[in-house]
């Protein structure tokens, strides 16, 4: 149960976009659909943003697109906005009823 | 609106134990898995333990296996996590999450626990 591989930091200016890869094996990225991605706010609690790999939940922008290619995810967010700005992690369904988190990338927004 | 309120966290001693509660409201609590992860401070958000509706599922990280235990009553519409044998990297702030789609789609505020002599 290795924490999945994710970039500390990103950033971007506003209206860029900006894509934060995910990385993990064949046992969990690579052996599931079942990879989601959460926004962290510091103190807040944190919020689905991508499920089953590029399905996105009701209310959340269409700017923000997941993929997957083997054992790597990634988020893609287009059109960055000021509020974009937070800490973003992946997560994927290890088997045998286990998930594990990525170390999280801080997203910045300049 | 679905809500999730964690409780129970405070300051513990080594070795010590805590039992932390999740009442959930808002929606059929018995029908969803739910999930336990922690955000110790400075650190990333770590899965813990996962339960399905009737409890015939569970499952545990490696760092927990052994000395935390993940329950419900669906009657009460709580989760529950009973942690033993607590260390300092224990430390962190627990929240509870709903499960749709095999992630966690609503999240408590989370309850902070400290684990300190």
């Known amino acids: 149960q290795s924490a999945l591989t994710q970039p500390r930091s990103v950033s971007g200016s506003p209206g860029q976009s900006v894509t934060i890869s995910c990385t993990g094996t064949?046992?969990?990225?690579?052996?599931?659909?079942?990879v989601s991605w959460y926004q962290h706010h510091p103190g807040k609690a944190p919020k689905l943003m991508i499920h089953?790999?590029?399905e996105r939940p009701s209310g959340v922008p269409d700017r923000f697109s997941g993929s997957k290619s083997g054992t790597t995810a990634s988020l893609t967010i287009s059109g960055l906005q000021a509020e974009d700005e937070a800490n973003y992690y992946c997560?994927?369904?290890?088997?045998?009823?286990?998930?594990?988190f990525g170390g999280g990338t801080e997203l910045t927004v300049l | 609106e679905v809500q999730l309120v964690e409780s129970g966290g405070g300051l513990v001693q080594p070795g010590g134990s805590l039992r932390l509660s999740c009442a959930g409201s808002?929606?059929?609590?018995?029908?969803?898995?739910v999930h336990w992860v922690r955000q110790a401070s400075g650190k990333g958000l770590e899965w813990l333990s996962y339960?399905?509706?009737?409890?015939?599922?569970?499952g545990y990280a490696d760092s927990v296996k052994g000395r935390f235990t993940i329950s419900r009553d669906n009657a009460q519409n709580s989760l529950y996590l009973q942690m033993n044998n607590l260390r300092a990297e224990d430390t962190a702030v627990y929240y509870c999450?709903?499960?749709?789609?095999?992630?966690?789609?609503?999240w408590g505020q989370g309850t902070l626990v400290t684990v300190s002599s």
């Open positions: 999450a709903r499960d749709q789609y095999w992630a966690c789609d609503y």
């Open positions: 064949s046992s969990d990225v690579g052996g599931y659909n079942y």
């Open positions: 089953d790999v590029n």
């Open positions: 808002g929606f059929t609590f018995s029908r969803y898995n």
């Open positions: 997560c994927s369904y290890a088997g045998s009823t286990t998930w594990v």
């Open positions: 339960i399905s509706p009737s409890s015939d599922l569970i």
